[in-house]
Antibody, heavy 127, light 106 residues
Framework: QVQLVQSGAEVKKPGASVKVSCKTS????????VHWVRQAPGQGLEWMGI????????NYAQRFQGRVTLTRDTSTSAVYMELSSLRSDDTAVYFC????????????????????WGQGTLVAVSS | DIQMTQSPPSLSAFVGDRVTITCRAS??????LNWYQQRLGKAPQLLIY???NLQDGVPSRFSGSGSGTDFTLTISSLQPEDFATYSC?????????FGQGTKVEI
C-alpha cells in the first residue's frame, strides 16, 4: 500500500533552517510528483511547491521562492523539504503528498490531485 | 494567484442532516477543483476530484458539483465520522490554492 512517512517534529530558532524528510513506499517513486503543503495553527492549507522525483525538477510558490528547496533521493525513494531563514510565522505542520499526475506530464498541467499524504511534521520556530 | 473562498466558515449539524458547502474561485478553474476532508490532528484526505468525481473508497453520500467559479460539496446524510474540516483546492493554475476550510461540527 502507498505510504508517505515523514520525519519527526522540530524546534528551531528564528533565522535557522529546517529539513523535513518524506519517505515513500508502495508505488514506483519516479512515476508521481510529490507536493509540499503546510498548515499554520488554526489556518488553512498552503501549497509550497512540487518536485518531479524522476528529473528532480521543482516549482515553488512565489512567496517561498528563495527560501525553500525540494530535493529527492531516488535510491531511498525519499523527498526532502528544506526551509531557510525561519521566522515565527513559519510555525506550522508541514505535509508531503503524492500527486496522481504522472511525471510524464508537465507539473503545471491542470488536474493535479493529492491522493496520499504523509502524517505531517510540526516545525515550531521560537526564540 | 487564484483566491478560493469557502462558505460558511463553520456550521453545526446533526447526524442524518444534508449538508452543503460552497467554494468560489476568483477566476475560472474549469472543472479542476478538488475537495479534502481533514479530521482533527490528521492529514487531509481526498474526497472529490475534478469537481464531481468520487475518489476510490469514499462513501457515496459525498458528492460534488460545479464548474467555472462556483462549486458545491454535499453530504447527503451526515454520519458521526463526517464531523471534520472540509477544504477545496484548485488545480487549474499554479500555485495551487486552497480555501480556508469549513468546519462541520455538532
Amino acid at each position: 500500500q502507498v505510504q508517505l512517512v515523514q520525519s519527526g517534529a522540530e524546534v528551531k530558532k528564528p533565522g535557522a533552517s529546517v529539513k523535513v524528510s518524506c519517505k515513500t513506499s508502495g508505488y514506483t517513486f519516479i512515476n508521481n510528483y510529490v507536493h509540499w503543503v503546510r498548515q499554520a495553527p488554526g489556518q488553512g492549507l498552503e501549497w509550497m511547491g512540487i518536485i518531479n522525483p524522476k528529473s528532480g525538477g521543482t516549482n515553488y510558490a512565489q512567496r517561498f521562492q528563495g527560501r525553500v528547496t525540494l530535493t529527492r533521493d531516488t535510491s531511498t525513494s525519499a523527498v526532502y523539504m528544506e526551509l531557510s531563514s525561519l521566522r515565527s510565522d513559519d510555525t506550522a505542520v508541514y505535509f508531503c503528498a503524492r500527486d496522481t499526475l504522472s511525471t510524464r506530464l508537465p507539473a503545471s498541467r491542470p488536474g493535479a490531485r493529492l491522493d496520499f499524504w504523509g502524517q505531517g511534521t510540526l516545525v515550531a520556530v521560537s526564540s | 494567484d487564484i483566491q478560493m473562498t469557502q462558505s460558511p466558515p463553520s456550521l453545526s449539524a446533526f447526524v442524518g442532516d444534508r449538508v452543503t458547502i460552497t467554494c468560489r474561485a476568483s477566476q475560472s478553474v474549469s472543472i479542476y477543483l478538488n475537495w479534502y476532508q481533514q479530521r482533527l490532528g490528521k492529514a487531509p484526505q481526498l474526497l472529490i476530484y475534478s469537481a464531481s468525481n468520487l475518489q476510490d473508497g469514499v462513501p457515496s453520500r459525498f458528492s460534488g458539483s460545479g464548474s467555472g467559479t462556483d462549486f458545491t460539496l454535499t453530504i447527503s446524510s451526515l454520519q458521526p465520522e463526517d464531523f471534520a474540516t472540509y477544504s477545496c483546492q484548485q488545480s487549474h493554475t499554479t500555485p495551487w490554492t486552497f480555501g480556508q476550510g469549513t468546519k462541520v461540527e455538532i
